[in-house]
T-cell receptor
């Protein structure tokens, strides 16, 4: 059974803290993604990575950074958490088959509250 | 840039009604198109996909046809069930690209 695992389901952090959200996939996928999901705004792409040590900004990268040191792990970092980063964070991974993108598999999400 | 626009919800239907959820995409490149579904309390999962113009994706009674002339990928189902209540997301990825972009999602509520 394919799996994308996010390290925490619920997280509460204080303003100004450095926050790490971890995501691990066991499918040997090249692509990994971080989204945030907010009511009325859908899924917005924060960062994605198409290979180890490679990263690309998504649509809303401000206030975030990422790390991909190993193929199976993609970390999202909030350098100094703020209340407007309270959200549901979703990690996903996908592969390329003969150059074409295959379906993305999602983790269960991390609901982060910044107080 | 690459974007996807889908109809706002919530959409409320009676069981066995016909469903259409509209989705349009920007025509940059040659995108593959997807519909994902999120059932209450669960993560997103792929519902169906189409990779080129005129392709029809189908699954669980849902269908969507990739229409290049109208840049649309509308989701349809002939007879919805209460168990179809969920949030539906349209998404695109450019051929050869890696950036997967989603619409804002449409909540569907099906009542008895």
């Amino acid at each position: 059974d394919v799996k994308v695992t996010q390290s925490s389901r619920y997280l509460v952090k204080r303003t100004g803290e450095k926050v790490f959200l971890e995501c691990v996939q066991d499918m040997d996928h090249e692509n990994m993604f971080w989204y945030r999901q907010d009511p009325g705004l859908g899924l917005r792409l924060i960062y994605f990575s198409y290979d180890v040590k490679m990263k690309e900004k998504g649509d809303i990268p401000e206030g975030y950074s990422v790390s991909r040191e190993k193929k199976e792990r993609f970390s999202l970092i909030l350098e100094s958490a703020s209340t407007n980063q309270t959200s549901m964070y979703l990690c996903a991974s996908s592969s390329r088959l003969r150059g074409a993108h295959t379906e993305a598999f999602f983790g269960q999400g991390t609901r982060l509250t910044v107080v | 840039g690459d974007s996807v626009t889908q109809m706002e919800g919530p959409v409320t239907l009676s069981e066995e009604a016909f469903l259409t959820i509209n989705c349009t995409y920007t025509a940059t490149g040659y995108p593959s198109l997807f519909w994902y579904v999120q059932y209450p309390g669960e993560g997103l999962q792929l519902l169906l996909k189409a990779t080129k113009a005129d392709d029809k994706g189908s699954n669980k009674g849902f269908e969507a046809t990739y229409r290049k002339e109208t840049t649309s990928f509308h989701l349809e189902k002939g007879s919805v069930q209460v168990s179809d209540s969920a949030v539906y997301f349209c998404a695109r990825i450019t051929g050869g690209g890696n950036k997967l972009t989603f619409g804002t999602g449409t909540q569907l509520k099906v009542e008895l």
